[in-house]
Every structure is written in C-alpha cells, then in structure tokens.
C-alpha cells in the first residue's frame, strides 16, 4: 500500500512531523495537528509584543479618595453619590411618591435646574424625589413641581427657594474644595442616621456641627 503524499510540518525547519494532502481538498495544510496544538498551548502561556520581549501587566492606578479629586470631579461625586442618594431615601422615607407626579421615585429632581443654575445643585431646597417621567420627559415638570412643594411644604417654603434663586442670579456663586467636601460629608452624615433635612438653614446647621466634629477629631490624632 502506497504512503499518502505529505509534506514536512513549517513549524520549523527541524520539524519532522508530518502534514499529509487532504483527500477532499484543494488547500495543503502548513502545520501538523500535533505542532498547532503546542503553538496554540505556548501562546497561551507566553503573550509576547512585536518586540519578543514578554508582555508586562500593567499595574492598575489605585482609585483617588473622592475628596482629593479635582474640583469639578467633586461636584459631580457629591451630587451623584452623596446628595442624591439622600433626596431620594428621604423622600420615599417620607412621601412615597414623586413630587411633581405622583409615580414612583427615582431621580432626585432640581426645581431651578443644575444647566441654568449650578450653583444652586447641592442646595437642599432645591433637590427632591422625582420620578423618570417628570424629571427626563418633561424636563423637570417645573409646573407640578412647584405645586407639590407648596402641598407638602407650604407657600412660604417656595417663596424662601424662590428668593435665593433671586440672590444666586444677583450675586452668583463659586464653589471651593474645602465647601464642596464638607456639604458632601454632610449628606452623607444626614443619610447615614437616618436625619430629614428640607431646608437650607437646618442643613447649614448640620454643616456646621459636622464641621466642628471633623475639626475635634483631628486635633485628638494631633495631641
């Protein structure tokens, strides 16, 4: 009986396995299953760059503490994990429901919205549950919103947000580090004990005891 026709293996010049002509095709293989096997094993093993050298992991940057991000980047954690987490445990804890509509709560919504008015986005008066519908579909729903505030707060509550919406467009407003991390460890303090804050004067309150709790702290690790 007649040996097939094959050819030797190219996965090297001194390989001697052999790579025998298909019976039902055109197209010659170069390896021999034996050798694909090692070479698919070994890539495995060893990921190599263009260069030959083996490639190094590189080593993942540890993540920053938020209160050493830059300023922006803090704004933008406070709101977002630290502000609004806490509107919306405190108005489901308390109402339920959305403020402008009446669905279920999953936003925290501005009256005075944060593109028109950014300095007024942590304020406490400004922020509360609101569902997908009003704050993305209408677009906040500024109508129904001021009509629930006054229902659960009274007409005073929204004269007092108005008026400060009146004293930000005069005087505007700038925002620093040091502020920026004390109003966020101030929601956070709030959310953590479960303490229901709707207005800017009793937050500033809390502020400032926050304030002056960090500020004993420190000085203890300082004696």
């Known amino acids: 009986m007649t040996e097939r026709e094959f050819r030797y293996c190219q996965c090297s010049p001194n390989c001697k396995r052999k790579v025998f002509k298909p019976n039902n095709s055109t197209i010659w293989p170069k390896y021999n299953p034996n050798c694909i096997l090692i070479m698919a094993t070994k890539t495995r093993k060893t990921k190599e760059v263009p260069n030959g050298q083996p490639k190094i992991k590189k080593e993942r940057k540890k993540p920053i503490p938020w209160e050493q991000k830059p300023l922006n980047e803090l704004i933008e954690y406070v709101q977002s994990k630290l502000c609004n987490p806490y509107i919306r445990e405190r108005d489901l804890t308390n109402f339920g429901r959305c403020v402008s509509s009446g669905f279920a709560i999953a936003h925290a919504g501005h009256y005075y919205s944060i593109g028109s008015h950014p300095g007024m986005r942590l304020n406490i008066n400004n922020i509360h549950g609101q569902s997908v519908y009003s704050n ?88």
């Open 136 to 223: 993305m579909h209408k677009h906040g729903d500024g109508i129904n919103y001021r009509t629930g505030l006054i229902k659960r707060h009274g007409e005073d509550y929204v004269k007092k947000l108005e008026e400060s919406e009146i004293i930000y467009k005069t005087y505007g407003y700038s925002w620093d580090v040091f502020n920026v991390i004390l109003i966020g460890k101030t929601y956070r303090y709030l959310k953590d004990n479960k303490i229901w804050v709707y207005d800017q004067e009793t937050f500033n309150d809390w502020k400032e005891k926050v304030q002056n709790e960090y500020n004993n702290n420190r000085n203890k690790k300082h004696r």
